[in-house]
């Protein structure tokens, strides 16, 4: 399991300032000296947290480290444009709500297919990995697949809230059935969403076809406790499968 660490709560954090500090190229630089093995930023049309320069600069430096570069956006028309100039290794197609803090659904389909269909093929024809973001739901997977999408990341709030409750079993079986569902349909998995060190290892021990995990919110929260070379550490560890010790934050 690959991860991706998502550094929009460093960009926020900087926009607070007005200033540069911290940086976004700094952060992206300790997490793939500790081993992340890509990076992501959801670059918003209000840029609240990634700028589209933002993008620029960390899609090129993923580019000379090696490591993938996954873009994450809706489908308006100067976030294509934004992708097509830099050719991130992948784009996630998120459906945004005006207003939302956070990502919070997936795409509806096959009700919205005609609308990301033609986007996703403009992608592909870049030679951009896609992917879209879905809730849980096997019924979904066929017709996430004749969008023509490479991958789907599933969106697993629901899992991260039912974690060591006892809605855990139930929602664990609807992640990994979906995961299996989308495989049988053609496409790879990823995941993402309040994915965290307490429920990242079974995931990754369970589930063998979700190939990625973007991470961002609990991962710079933990290294306010730890530090942002050791928080990566224990994420990357994380996603191996093992328990490493989780930060005491309350």
Not at 145 to 151: E, I, L, V, Y
Not at 152 to 159: G, K, R, S
Not at 196 to 211: K, Q, S, Y
Request: charged fraction near 25%; hydrophobic fraction near 40%.
């Amino acid at each position: 399991m690959n991860l991706s660490v998502n550094l929009n709560k460093i960009c926020l954090l900087r926009n607070s300032r007005g200033a540069t500090n911290p940086s976004p190229l700094r952060a992206a630089e300790v997490c793939v000296d500790e081993g992340a093995g890509g990076l992501t930023l959801h670059w918003r049309a209000d840029e609240r947290h990634t700028r589209a320069d933002d993008v620029r600069t960390l899609c090129a430096y993923a580019a000379e480290r090696g490591v993938e570069f996954n873009l994450e956006g809706d489908g308006r028309a100067e976030m294509i444009a934004l992708a097509l100039e830099v050719r991130p290794t992948q784009f996630t197609l998120v459906p945004v709500t005006p207003g939302e803090i956070t990502s919070d659904h997936g795409w509806d389909l096959p009700r919205e297919s005609d609308a990301i269909r033609p986007l996703l093929a403009r992608l592909k024809d870049a030679g951009i990995r896609t992917s879209i973001f879905m809730d849980a739901a096997t019924e979904t997977m066929e017709a996430a697949a004749a969008t023509g999408a490479d991958r789907i990341e599933i969106y697993t709030e629901p899992y991260a809230a039912a974690f060591d409750t006892p809605r855990q079993a139930s929602e664990f079986a609807r992640l990994r059935d979906c995961a299996r569902a989308a495989v049988a349909c053609g496409m790879r998995v990823n995941a993402g969403h309040d994915l965290d060190l307490r429920n990242t290892p079974l995931l990754a021990r369970e589930v063998p076809e979700i190939l990625e995990v973007s991470i961002g919110h609990a991962l710079l929260a933990d290294a306010i406790h730890v530090g942002l070379p050791e928080a990566v550490r224990r994420y990357v560890r994380a996603t191996r499968g093992e328990h490493p010790p989780a930060p005491r934050t309350a």
